[in-house]
């Protein structure tokens, strides 16, 4: 990296630059947050709330209607840090920028958190003061362990009845395993919620009951009791500093003063090694809290200098690594992580670069096509608004007009700077249905927004039925698919008629077995020739398929073996039990022969189907489905009928945990069993139970209802 990363042009130096995400469980308030944010930090003059509809990033009407996030939105912000005390009503300091994507909560739209936390340098990952550790919390959580971003925790909701700040911190150690540390405590809870107590400063932070927007508060110092909770909770995050961070751990062994700007330091050092986790407490809907989360983002959340280098191969075949360093001056490298159709633009594809600086009018290419194309357009996000820009620098994230063959998960680069960055990685879809459109006039319309639907949603995938002609879409549930129908009608003018929703079964095999078949074709002329030896193997659960070539000699000739291996991955995608593709298998091809004249591609892959289908009847096939991990909150009077209602849908109840007489319920349960299964609920807990679901794992159906499956199947 060059001694100045920066450009001189750029109007916000790297180090003071923050990619930040926001993600939750469903409801836990992340959007609300994000609305205080952008409000605090001048974007917007008014604020608008998620039930009202009028959110700021919850723009699309679906969003505004049903009051949930279904598409992460990017915006951008500028943020002063407050002064060190007195009564705050101007920022002081430098001005810092804040890039935010609000992502969902909801399970359906889980691939815009994957996406998201892929290409972004960390995240506050927001926890409802009430419910704690919820199913899609861990879920997120998971994504950002496996890209490593740093994070801090917002305890949100303080001010509702039941809150309890000691128990979530507590509870997301026990579930999450995340070294959580608070640095921001509520001072009281429920109606009682008056501000924050900053332990690393020592001092308390109240909020004016009479400021319904919080923009007035005032820093005082600690009284008795106040001060007792401040020490203990210091203490016990410099302890777990020294253990972590070698340069504070020195000052803790010699005894020496530790000044809070030494342990803010320390902090940030921790942080961003992902070695501890800060935990901020406050309410975003009553308007407590939030700015001194914003100074927690900016103290303790890395810029793009302070993570290491993105790093990819040296083009689609070559195994050398190369990195893009954080620098204006380097070469240009970028990531497409999400397309978007905009009525107004077109096709929109956003960026976050890594390396290097790209213009308006710049030719770049894409490193999985090779293709070259002109930038046409530059536009910074806020929201569903477009600014246009002429550049766009290192660590920024934008969007491109018109950039054509880009696909989620592409990297984008210079000329001379060939490099491939690994994409995210998406879910398989676990339910589908038949759709048609209402009239046939439409049906070009259809598959045009079909097409563009897929495009932008890599969780989404259509195909057709080969028996019965039949558009099939996929998705990860009922409400995914319910808006992408939604979308059809609104955005591209398609109304349609759809199936009942289908669940995307897989097949396997049990135990090894071999495939021998010779296809011997003689029709009076050139005949069909194609012989292949082969043995399957089941894999572990989840773990696909893989493919080896064991051949040494030339049993099969060179160029008949791309159509041996095609024969091989057509033959996975339908099993021989009801059809359904066949996963977590592992085949190793052995041999075969050929015949001089009569040998040909097509004799060559249909001899490779055809032993497959024989080594699947001889490896005991099973068939699997989709089971769900499901979460009901319901009262403790209510709870013995909700469980006998999940025994009956053949649910295996995992857990059941009781708090301030509400039971928490985990239970897993198979997808086919849990259609319609929120209007029974609420029928039982006469309206007052709720449930959240996620996928958890494949599982073999049982033998009794595959018989009954098969029975109505035939």
Not at 52 to 59: E, K, P
Request: charged fraction near 25%; include cysteine.
């Amino acid at each position: 990296m060059s001694a100045d990363p920066n450009s001189p042009d750029r109007d916000m130096p790297l180090e003071r630059t923050r990619n930040i995400g926001i993600t939750a469980h469903i409801d836990a308030g992340k959007t609300t947050l994000t609305e205080r944010i952008l409000f605090y930090t001048g974007m917007i003059h008014k604020i608008g709330e998620v039930h009202d509809g009028h959110a700021t990033t919850d723009w699309m009407d679906q969003e505004r209607d049903r009051g949930i996030t279904i598409t992460s939105a990017a915006v951008t912000c500028n943020w002063k840090q407050l002064p060190e005390a007195g009564v705050y009503k101007s920022r002081e300091g430098e001005e810092q920028r804040v890039n935010i994507i609000d992502t969902p909560g909801h399970v359906d739209f889980t691939a815009e958190v994957e996406r998201s936390l892929r290409v972004l340098d960390g995240a506050v990952v927001v926890f409802c003061g009430v419910a704690g550790v919820q199913p899609q919390s861990e879920t997120v959580w998971r994504q950002a362990n496996k890209y490593d971003v740093p994070r801090i925790i917002f305890v949100n909701k303080m001010d509702r009845v039941g809150a309890d700040f000691d128990a979530v911190v507590e509870d997301v150690r026990e579930k999450l395993g995340a070294n959580a540390h608070p640095v921001l405590i509520p001072i009281g809870s429920e109606e009682e919620l008056k501000g924050q107590l900053d332990v690393v400063n020592r001092k308390a932070v109240h909020y004016s009951d009479d400021d319904l927007i919080g923009s007035t508060y005032e820093v005082r110092d600690l009284d008795e009791a106040q001060s007792a909770q401040v020490d203990v909770a210091r203490e016990s995050l410099i302890e777990a500093l020294a253990d972590v961070d070698e340069e504070l751990g020195l000052k803790f062994l010699d005894e020496e003063e530790i000044s809070p700007a030494d342990i803010k330091a320390s902090l940030r050092r921790a942080t961003i090694a992902n070695a501890i986790i800060p935990v901020v407490g406050g309410s975003a809907f009553k308007n407590k809290g939030v700015q001194y989360l914003l100074d927690a983002v900016v103290d303790y959340l890395p810029s793009p200098l302070e993570i290491p280098a993105a790093t990819g191969m040296r083009g689609v075949d070559n195994a050398e690594l190369v990195e893009a360093p954080a620098d204006d001056n380097a070469k240009f490298c970028a990531l497409a992580f999400k397309l978007w159709s905009d009525k107004y633009v077109g096709k929109l594809v956003f960026i976050r670069v890594y390396s290097g600086t790209v213009s308006k009018g710049d030719k770049i290419f894409n490193s999985r096509t090779g293709r070259k194309e002109r930038i046409g357009r530059l536009i910074q996000i806020q929201s569903n608004d477009h600014k246009d820009i002429e550049t766009c620098y290192a660590g920024d994230i934008a969007a491109i007009a018109g950039f054509k063959s880009a696909r989620t998960g592409d990297t984008l680069h210079g000329e001379g700077f060939n490099i491939m960055l690994e994409p995210p990685a998406f879910p398989d879809p676990v339910i589908s249905m038949a759709v048609e459109p209402k009239t046939t006039a439409d049906s070009d319309k259809l598959a045009e927004a079909l097409a563009r639907l897929s495009e932008e949603d890599p969780t989404f995938v259509v195909s057709t039925d080969e028996d019965s002609g039949q558009t099939i879409i996929a998705g990860m549930g009922e409400l995914h698919l319910e808006i992408i129908q939604s979308r059809m009608d609104l955005e591209y003018g398609v109304k349609t008629n759809a199936g009942k929703p289908q669940i995307a079964y897989r097949e396997t095999i049990t135990t090894n077995a071999d495939g021998d078949y010779k296809l011997v074709k003689q029709t009076g002329g050139k005949g069909q020739y194609g012989h292949v030896i082969l043995k399957v193997a089941p894999s572990k659960r989840g773990a696909g398929f893989s493919f080896a070539n064991k051949i040494s000699g030339g049993e099969i000739p060179k160029e008949f073996m791309n159509s041996v291996e095609s024969g091989i991955n057509d033959a996975t995608n339908n099993g021989v039990i009801m059809g359904y593709p066949v996963v977590d298998l592992h085949v190793d091809l052995l041999g075969g022969s050929a015949h001089d004249v009569d040998s040909n591609e097509h004799a060559f892959r249909m001899a490779a189907i055809l032993a497959m289908r024989e080594a699947f009847q001889a490896g005991q096939s099973v068939l699997l489905e989709p089971v769900m991990s499901v979460v009901v909150d319901v009262p403790d009077d209510y709870q013995g009928d909700l469980i006998g209602d999940l025994n009956r849908r053949r649910g295996k109840i995992a857990e059941v945990d009781s708090r301030a007489g509400l039971s928490h319920i985990r239970a897993e349960v198979p997808m086919a069993e849990m259609f319609g299964y929120a209007t029974d609920m609420r029928s039982l807990s006469k309206g007052r139970a709720s449930f959240s679901m996620e996928p958890l794992q494949f599982e073999e159906v049982p033998q009794n209802v595959l018989t009954a499956m098969t029975e109505q199947y035939v």
